[in-house]
Nanobody, 129 residues
Framework: VQLQASGGGLVQAGGSLRLSCAAS????????MGWFRQAPGKEREFVAA??????????YSADSVKGRFTLSRNNAKNTVYLQMNNLKPEDTAVYYC?????????????????????WGQGTLVTVSS
């Protein structure tokens, strides 16, 4: 199983970026995907997660990004996207995607790193003021 995160870069405050996480070795809709981030000198924190109920995607976001970040998925490409709008300097971090195999319902677990089985390599997002 491999998770390939991409899409990071340098953007001005107020701008947008779209991160992608392509999963290989996992069957689409059999896992939930979470995004975490780690800012310089800080611990890694939960950002958002997406799961599935039948054909419906269910998402959950941390309060710090609600209304600005949106998750979506493309089953055909087995890829999850994190659309980040109205970026702020405090969003600067390395963003990691992670997959939880077999967990298909949003719950308290989505914030817990040990509950994820696979991790991507991280992609750097830098927001300038």
């Amino acid at each position: 199983v491999q998770l390939q995160a991409s899409g990071g870069g340098l953007v001005q405050a107020g701008g947008s970026l779209r991160l992608s996480c392509a999963a290989s070795g996992l069957t689409s809709s059999t896992y939930s995907m979470g995004w975490f981030r780690q800012a310089p000198g800080k611990e890694r924190e939960f950002v958002a997660a997406i799961s599935w109920s039948g054909s419906i995607s269910i998402t959950y976001s941390a309060d710090s990004v609600k209304g600005r970040f949106t998750l979506s998925r493309n089953n055909a490409k087995n890829t999850v996207y994190l659309q980040m709008n109205n970026l702020k300097p405090e969003d600067t971090a390395v963003y990691y995607c992670a997959a939880a195999k077999g967990r298909l319902q949003i719950g308290d677990w989505i914030r817990r790193e040990p509950d994820y089985d696979y991790w991507g390599q991280g992609t750097l997002v830098t927001v300038s003021s």
